[in-house]
């Protein structure tokens, strides 16, 4: 099966908006991507697709947030992932994980941040971020929020809290 991996085009959106809704099974997360596209924080280059022959089977978002440790640290919050449910469990969401962090090493943002299943993170590196002392404002379990240094030595001295825009509350 080949890949290729390539910033969304707008020509894309109404498919990205159908794979995400069809992945999670609900319309939030298609929503969320939205809304962040409409915001200061998207970052065109780091909203990714996996494509095959053309077909959008994958994507994967990171946007710009900012950690409060006290002072402000710029950081990279990966959300959403979906991969077309046809299509799970082949590799693709690792794919477009590992082709996004590496896009996100290129950039000069020291940290990403992700909400999800531990399971899943682990394996590219994130950890759990209140053993960094970094706590989130979303009402999630506390080893949901995990972290990854994309700069060596970015994870020291975080203790804080991640603040996430009012539009992650809607999901
Ligand atoms: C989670 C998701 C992006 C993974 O993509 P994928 O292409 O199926 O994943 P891969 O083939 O690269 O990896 C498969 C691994 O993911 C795990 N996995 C698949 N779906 C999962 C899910 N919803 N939650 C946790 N783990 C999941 C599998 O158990 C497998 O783990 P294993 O290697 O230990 O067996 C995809 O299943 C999906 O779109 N799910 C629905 C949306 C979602 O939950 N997104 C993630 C949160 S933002």
């Not at 402000?72 to 991969?83: C, D, E, M, R, S």
């Not at 990403?112 to 960094?132: E, I, T």
């Not at 972290?147 to 991640?162: D, F, H, R, T």
Request: aromatic share 8%; proline share 8%; hydrophobic share 40%.
């Amino acid at each position: 099966m080949m890949l290729d991996f390539a910033p969304e085009t707008e020509n894309q959106k109404a498919k990205i908006h159908q794979v995400i809704t069809d992945a999670f099974g609900r319309t939030q997360e298609a929503e969320l991507v939205d809304k962040i596209r409409n915001s200061p924080n998207f970052i065109p280059e780091l909203s990714l697709v996996a494509l095959e022959n053309g077909d959008v089977l994958g994507h994967i978002l990171f946007s710009r947030i900012f950690i409060n440790a006290p002072h402000q640290i710029p950081a990279l919050a990966l959300a959403p992932l979906a991969v077309k449910p046809q299509r799970q469990r082949q590799g693709i969401g690792s794919q477009l994980v590992q082709v996004g962090l590496s896009k996100c090493r290129q950039s000069d943002y020291p940290i990403v941040v992700v909400v999800g299943n531990p399971h899943y993170y682990r394996r590219f590196g994130f950890q759990k971020a209140s053993q960094f002392g970094l706590h989130s404002s979303l009402p999630i379990p506390d080893e949901a929020f995990m972290i990854l240094e994309l700069k060596p030595s970015a994870l020291i001295n975080i203790n804080g809290n991640v603040c996430y825009p009012a539009y992650f509350n809607e999901v």
